[in-house]
């Protein structure tokens, strides 16, 4: 049985959750290994239906690499979003995507384990971490 | 299989035997019985015989007699003739005589015959003038005209006719006596003639018979062997399609075996390769956990030596140091083993100082020497070149392990190590180096294994002299490595001489590296440096930190890539120290990124790779990302300084220049928008950014609007979270203006400052936003 490995972009703005996702997809290692190690990626505008996902435990039996927005909207944080999903599976990677570096030192306390500040170089940064991940699993 | 094809041979050799018995049967039986025909020659002959002569007993034609006695005159050869062609069946020679016999009475009757007949024409001859007599008396009787001749001639006349005519009735009683005999001869003849032809028709019945019992005895032999043949072929077939099948079970077997082989085989060498791979990555792995508590703990002595201790704790301090060494000599010796072992290991090709090399090593072990109370001494022949070409480490390796094993096992006598100069053919020299001490010596029986892996004379060996086992397998390999010989000659307890022959080239005294502990001292560049250190291991950081410092170096730490890499947005750094291995990030993907992405240039800031692994075999890969030096853990400030003045001699750059601002990176002032990082993300694909730009447009007007109303309806705090969400696209897409608009509204919120400030703010970046909408609908249009 082929190792499954959910790829997920938590971000409430389309526009830059499609740049994510869309960074991930141009992933070297993603693009040449989806099919063999059944690599899904998954965006979620709406933290709720996100929250769904993790309640119906579909992220818990596999490895799991999160890129998550700190500021999901109405007040939810996309580190309490990374609680709950390792909470779930202790095999989580948690990439937090934030806005500047205060808030990423406010939230230093969270579980996250890099943290990438949303800014021009972001998005390669994201592929890039995505890539050595890959590499460092399977290859 | 060989009795399949034994089978197969035999009977396919049977069915052609029988095959060829049976065509040469057939061809031997086309042929007409020679003998028969002979036979009936022979009784043609013989009726044409007879019916010549009958003619002739009626013309008595002698012409008539020709084929006669043409036939009688052949007619012997053909019998015998006949004769030798049934000399092999004594009952048809015996037939053959008897028709011999009987054509021999046949030719003597018809030899009689034909007398008669000759006979028989004297006498017809005799009855015409019979009959001629007869005539002329009658004429004699009639009354004579002429008186005179009737009265003389009547008289004579009567008495010669009588006795004529008695005579020929003797002639006419002897005529039929002989036509009697010939019709008695003719009779007999007719009779050996019946008889000979019902001796012919026996005889040609019998070998008729006699061929045909043959032909058919030879049928009934055809038969059986046909029936034979039949089997065999029948064998033949079947035991052609055993083997066939046979061939092919086996064949189908031997592919599958081979296949089942070959899987094997490939599963024996992807796991060989991953057991190779996981040594290596263990090997990696366990230098790097090793070398780098070790780096700590040598790094850290070495600083706490250069501040003023009491004399027992500096003597602490260096024993811990050379304890540390130590180890870190054990963890070089086992991965060069690992190397060597895998042929990895490369030779350095730089010009150095033999004598220098030499001195090391005695430098190294004149004090155990001493503790052994042994003389340690070395010699180089005055033949041998002052600088050679090669590499200076591995050949102090070799020597350090031999040294190293003669002061270890020679207690109270004699250590000598020497270089002589064996050849020296233009630039190539062959150096003999040779250990002789006067130690404990090695058994003559263990001589051979004394260069195996993790081999030493006895196991009590480690147990009372320590080591690992490896140095003299270590050395022979890389004897091996220089294409050189090693040879050892030792007796026990008496001592041991090791030889070894290594090619080196001739070296070039103005390339000899210099030493820069001569010069130890930190330039005034160096100290001007602003320096990031990558490394994940929180005591190498702290290394840095403490050497750096001492040197007046302007430090900053990361603790992996991703971090470096934000650190590195926004600060520009002279120089970059980065491990190659780190969780997240790697040292090597992360320098990838900051030269290709970032477009931080060499010259700008050069990376040095550290790694407690040696790189030096994937260094083409580590300069290729963009990595300039490479500094092996642990290092001493020796080290790190020359590896710092190798890169700063080498590219020239102003400490003062300030990192790129991502404002900057504008192309256009007078664009509202820049859509430079959008396009290099989409990789060219227009459709990707148009979708991006409807995104953009979609969710930033949404974002505004949604501004707008919360600015008048006084809810702040959504306001200020929402231009923070509005930063990163509005960015992105090069909206500056926006960005500044909308940064300013979050920190007016964050201040505190009039509601009218902000709902201005609010309205002109509503305004700019239409501007940038209408700019980003205008791309939309022309990607459509």
Known sequence: MKQKINILVVEDNIYYNNLIFNALQQSTHFVQKKVKYQLILQSFVDYSDFMQKIESREFADNDVVAFVDYNLGNGISGAQMINSLKKENSNTLAVLLSQSRTIEERSIKNNYDFYVIKDTFAPALCRLYLDQFIENKFL | MILAVALLSATGYLSYRNLSSIVSSIQLDLKPDQRLLSIREISMDLEKAQNSIRIYSTTYDTLDLRPYYTIISNIDGKVSRLRSECVHDPVLLKQTDTISKLIEGNIVIWNQLLFLYNNQTVLGYLKQLSV????????????????????????????????????????????SITKIRVTKRESKLAVTSTEIKEKFY??????????????????????????????????????????????????????RKAHVYQVALQSSKDEAEKLA???ELFMANMSHEIRTPVTAISGFTEQL?????????????????????????????????????????????????IAQVLEDVNALFERPAIRNNTRLSYSISPDTPEVLLGDPYRLKQILLNLVSNSVKFTKNGKVHFSVNCVKNDSSEIELLLEVVDTGVGIDESKLSLIFEDFTQEEMSTTRKYGGTGLGLSIVKKLIELHNGTIDCVSKKNQGTRITCHILYLTGNEKLVRKDVESQFFIPEEVKNLKILVVDDEEYNRLLFKTIMTRWQIRYYEASNGMEALEILKSDHFDLLFMDARMPGIDGLKATQFIRNEMNITESE??????????????????????????????????????????????????SETEPVKEEEIQPDGASKINLQNLYHISGGDEQFVKQMLLSFDESTEKGINEIQEAVASGRLELVSELAHKMLPPCRHIGALELCNLLRKIEENIQKKTELSDLDRLAKESLQEFEEVSRLVKEQITKIS
Not at chain 2, 212 to 240: C, H, Q, R
Not at chain 2, 308 to 330: F, Q, V
Not at chain 2, 630 to 643: A, G, I, S
């Open chain 2, 305 to 353: 030596l250069h501040e003023p201790l009491d004399e027992n704790t500096t003597r602490t301090l260096k024993i811990i140091k050379s304890s540390s060494d130590h180890l870190g000599n054990i963890i070089n010796d086992i991965l060069d083993f690992s190397k060597l072992q895998n042929g990895k290991l490369a030779l350095e090709k730089v010009h150095f100082f």
């Open chain 2, 202 to 255: 026996d005889l040609i019945t019998k070998i008729e018979n006699e061929i045909s019992d043959i032909v058919n005895e030879k049928a009934l032999a055809a038969d059986k062997l046909a029936a034979k043949t039949y089997i065999f072929i029948a064998m033949f077939s079947v035991s052609g399609t055993l083997l066939a099948i046979l061939v092919m079970f086996i064949i189908v077997r031997y592919v």
């Open chain 2, 277 to 279: 791979r996981t040594k």
């Open chain 2, 132 to 175: 001629r007599l007869d005539s002329s008396s009658l004429e004699a009787h009639r009354p004579e005209s002429n008186i005179l001749k009737r009265v003389f001639s009547r008289n004579q006349n009567r008495l010669n006719e009588d006795e004529i005519i008695s005579n020929l009735r003797e002639l006419e009683h002897q005529d």
């Open chain 2, 605 to 654: 800031m050069p990376v040095i790779c550290i790694s407690a692994a040696n790189v030096n075999d994937d260094w083409q890969k580590y300069k290729k990302a963009g990595m300039n030096a490479f500094l092996p853990k642990p290092f001493t400030e020796e080290m790190l300084l020359t590896t710092i003045l190798s890169v700063i001699k080498d590219y020239s750059y102003s």
